[in-house]
């Protein structure tokens, strides 16, 4: 009877405890990422920057720009541009959340 009140406990307590766990919400960038002078107003998710000359990004948001070498935020991360800061993105797309 002890074994299965134990048990009966264990499992409520893991049911309370996953009723309780909420996934975190993806939220926007709260500003503006402008990628050659293209205002993106709250941006989220990823952005192309073309195939030839490297673009200018400025990162007026609270959040980090992170540059990518493959054209759909894929690859590796090469650049990381952080709030406030104007630079050329040496990368095929800009990935910011």
């Known amino acids: 009877m002890m074994r ?3 048990r009966l406990l264990g499992a409520c307590a893991a049911a309370a405890v996953l009723a309780l766990a909420t996934p975190a919400t993806a939220q ?4 503006i990422l402008f990628i050659d002078g293209v205002p993106n107003r709250d941006p989220s998710g990823c952005f192309p920057l073309g195939d030839f000359a490297p673009p200018e990004v ?4 609270d959040g980090t720009a992170w540059v990518w070498t493959g054209p759909h935020c894929d690859g590796r ?3 990381a541009i952080f709030t406030g800061q104007a630079t050329i993105a040496h990368g095929r797309s800009v990935y910011i959340e």
């Open 58 to 61: 400025s990162n007026h948001t």
């Open 28 to 31: 926007a960038a709260q500003g």
């Open 4 to 6: 299965c009140t134990a």
């Open 77 to 79: 991360v090469v650049q």
